[in-house]
């Protein structure tokens, strides 16, 4: 059994931010990582062409910026070995491959309790902490629907997490199921490495340019969001046109409006909407059953498909290991909508990144976090 002030479970962006806004405060901590290192979802979960979304000034954990020859929208690798010189920067140490299994508060010691299993040796662990730090991501798990005949197809099919790259899938049949983020640039990936691609398109999204983005943080800044959504239904008219009679429609309420009240994120074109335009990727609405290789949709259209990507999503995982967390945690593993401070439980319980808003968020969660814990700590030495 090993005790420490501060336990942080996941190293990631999050985790390790948080860890290094403790290690400056000299306030001892421990991350515990499921995987062999740090930033797997960007390591070992991501596909190639993935770059950062909103330009870099937005992207900075705490204390470090890009260096300055970085591009604008950084691309993966980038954003990995900025994670590597973060971690050595400020001397952040994860355990790697240990698995939190169970975390719960022990009334009696006052202290939170973790069980770890060392997934490489099976070797169970004990740790306690004063205080416990949920890092564990928005993005645990991937999210496949439930599809009648799904079991039974005949083909191959992954969550958007395993696909790297498009040139595997050359002269296949692939439908990449999802306009998010992910969906949309994976078609447009399969597509430029001549996959024959269908997309399913599911609800109303708002597609949008990197552009936009970045003008839109900028005005975001003196303008109501109203506005700047005004703005931007302009802007895509211009740019994209109206996308309706292919399959994808917009939503009545505006891209930051949707943002700010539902942490829906817009869809970020990457050069999908061009392919659909020239009828090179083709719109599908839901499927509706699944046959052999045959797959029909809601519209009573069928196809023959070789691989199915779910671009569909990720769960939060916290409900299955932390128990007594139910005053900051709901039910699907997020913070409650009501709190005022959206990182903080009770009994020295933190969450850090999770208010659907990207890395801006998790940096300032990171240290409000590690303020909070640095100050409780300092009034108890104090009393
Ligand atoms: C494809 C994709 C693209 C994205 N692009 C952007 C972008 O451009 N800009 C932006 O700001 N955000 C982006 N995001 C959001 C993204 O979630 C954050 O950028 C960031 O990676 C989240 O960091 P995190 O540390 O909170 O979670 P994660 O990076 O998911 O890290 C959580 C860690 O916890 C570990 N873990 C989970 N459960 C356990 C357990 N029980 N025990 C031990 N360890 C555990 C996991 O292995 C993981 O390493 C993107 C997300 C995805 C999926
Ligand atoms: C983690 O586990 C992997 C796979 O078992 C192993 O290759 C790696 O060396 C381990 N890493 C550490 C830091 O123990
Ligand atoms: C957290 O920190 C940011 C700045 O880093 C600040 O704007 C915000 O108000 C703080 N408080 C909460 C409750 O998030």
């Not at 590597?84 to 939170?112: C, I, M, Q």
């Amino acid at each position: 059994m090993e005790e420490v002030a501060v336990i942080i479970v996941g190293a990631g962006p999050s985790g390790i931010a948080t860890s290094a806004c403790l290690n400056r405060l000299e306030i001892p901590n421990i991350v515990l990582e499921r995987e062999g290192c740090c930033g797997s979802l960007w390591k070992k979960r991501a596909y190639d062409r993935l770059k950062l979304h909103i330009p870099k000034q937005y992207c900075e954990l705490p204390y470090m910026s890009y260096p300055s020859n970085a591009p604008t929208f950084v691309p993966r690798n980038g954003f990995i070995a900025y994670l590597d010189e973060y971690l050595s920067h400020f001397g952040v140490t994860p355990r790697f491959n240990r698995s939190v299994g169970l975390a719960f508060y022990d009334v009696d010691a006052g202290k939170w309790r973790l069980e770890v299993t060392n997934v490489c040796s099976h070797v169970k662990e004990v740790y306690v902490a004063q205080f416990l730090v949920v890092a564990t991501g928005e993005n645990a798990e991937g999210v496949i629907p439930d599809i009648p005949g799904l079991g039974g197809f005949a083909g191959e099919y992954m969550h958007a997490s395993q696909f790297s790259n498009g040139r595997e899938y050359r002269g296949k049949d692939v439908l990449v199921v999802g306009c998010g983020n992910s969906g949309m640039e994976i078609s447009y990936d399969l597509c430029q490495s001549n996959a024959r691609t269908s997309i399913v398109n599911r609800s109303p999204v708002h597609v949008v340019t990197k552009e936009m983005v970045s003008l839109a943080m900028i005005l975001l800044k003196f303008l109501s969001v109203t506005s700047v959504d005004t703005i931007l239904a302009k802007l895509c008219k211009l740019r994209f046109d109206d996308l309706s009679e292919y399959g994808i429609q917009r939503p009545e309420e505006g891209p930051f409006y949707l943002k700010k009240t539902q942490g829906r994120s817009p869809t970020i074109d990457v050069g999908c909407v061009d392919r659909i335009k020239e009828g090179k990727i083709k719109v599908f609405p839901s499927m509706a059953n699944i046959q052999g290789k045959k797959i029909e949709f809601t519209n009573g259209e069928s196809n023959q498909f070789d691989v199915i990507i779910f671009a569909t999503g990720y769960r939060s995982t916290v409900g299955r290991w932390l128990k007594g967390g139910e005053e900051l945690f709901d039910d699907n593993g997020f913070p409650k909508q009501d709190l005022v401070n959206k990182w903080k439980g009770s009994n020295g319980l933190y969450c850090v990144g999770f208010a659907r808003n990207g890395l801006l968020a998790i940096s300032s969660d990171a240290k409000n976090v590690s303020q909070d814990i640095s100050t409780l700590i300092l009034n108890c030495q104090n009393c």
